[in-house]
């Protein structure tokens, strides 16, 4: 249904733009919205645009846009650590937050479309130990969208000092010990949903459960098969889970200070952050993500299975009309990824800064920059 609506949308929009600047003859015209391309010319333009944009914003990271399959911009601007000179680079690989929900939610859909998963599956079936009737009724459906009724176990982590300090002894113990990650999920499902299942209520602890399922299913991690799934069919080069032996910087503007992965272990920890958030990659890896979504190389109807949601979220991302998007942070980095589902264009902005008040603003601009030129290319094609 949702792929019949936008396809009715976008010749409904085409067929007005058409009834309004048809030649003479009256003969309509064909636009192929996903074969748009720019000119050198069109691409310096918007490139300009968005890189005033960027600067006049003080924007410190790697944007990108681009257009089909077709490379727009990419320009890093800022350092990795101003005290030492270090300049960032488009290679630079940044911890996404929950951007990572994208990619365990296209590891869940490969599982359905090879037939390993039912999306009707319930909790029950995975986790019979947990005996709360609840799971009976939550499915994977539920855990995608955010209609589960789970909190966040981040929010445990703050509130309750037992969790967090059972879980900081495993850590400082060992930070590579993978059952940090099973005393995790056992908090989460031990203490269960504390919402009415069927409501949307935005939860780590969804995509955290969903990352069990996939070791259940597949016996292997959760990350080894999203590399199996998604990051080698697509020719991801900077694509990982975050590492304990990471050495990453970030700069909090509330605080305006520079701050290091080894000041937070607990919320650099793979095991703690796992599938749901401790995901990182580069501005150009994600853009390839985008096209493997908009191109079918994981799945076939991936767009519309993604828009095929009971809320406004669903396989990671939030679904806003024409344009579906993925927003994250963590306590040293953040960044948006959109994609307009009707032009197949995709803007991604990773920044080692946190603690922005105006990135959304920032990132929503680059995006209707780019946005704005496609509508102005295609009423220029019509008219001429």
Known sequence: ??????????????????????????????????????????????????????????FSGTAYAGLNQQDIFMKSYGYTDKKKNEKLNNDYVYQLGSVSKIFTGLA???LNSDGKLELSDTLDKFFPEYNKKEYKEIT???LLDMTAGFGSYTSYL?????????????????????????????????????NEVGDYCYSHSCYYILGKVIEKITNKSAFD?????????LGLKNTSMISTKGNKNGYN??????????????????????VTMGIQS?????????????????VDDCLDTIENSSSHYNYGFYI??????????????????????????KVVLLSNHTGISDFEVTAKNVYNKVNSKINGIIINQIEN
Request: charged share 25%; glycine share 6%.
């Open 282 to 298: 580069s501005a150009e890896d994600l853009a390839k993500v985008c096209d493997g979504i908009l191109y079918n190389k994981i």
């Open 108 to 110: 869940v859909m490969k």
């Open 225 to 233: 098969y999203i590399k199996e799934s998604v990051i080698k069919p």
């Open 140 to 142: 994977i459906a539920n």
């Open 158 to 194: 703050s509130e309750d000092q037992s969790f967090a300090q059972q879980i900081g002894k495993m850590v400082n113990k060992n930070p590579d010990n993978p059952k940090i990650s099973q005393k995790v999920l056992d908090y989460i499902l031990t203490k269960g949903p504390e």
């Open 320 to 345: 806003n009309g024409d344009t579906i998007y993925s927003e994250g942070a963590t306590v040293l980095h953040s960044g948006y990824v959109y994609i307009n589902t009707e032009y197949f264009e």
């Open 253 to 274: 503007e509330s605080n305006k200070e520079w701050r290091n992965q080894e000041d937070f272990p607990i919320l650099n920890n793979p095991y703690v952050m796992y």
């Open 1 to 58: 249904m949702k792929k019949c609506k936008r396809l009715f949308a976008g010749i409904l929009s085409l067929t007005v733009l058409i009834s309004c600047f048809a030649g003479c003859n009256g003969e309509a015209q064909t636009i192929d919205l996903k074969n748009i391309q720019l000119t050198d010319a069109q691409i310096q333009e918007v490139s300009d645009n968005t890189d005033t944009e960027l600067a006049e914003s003080k």
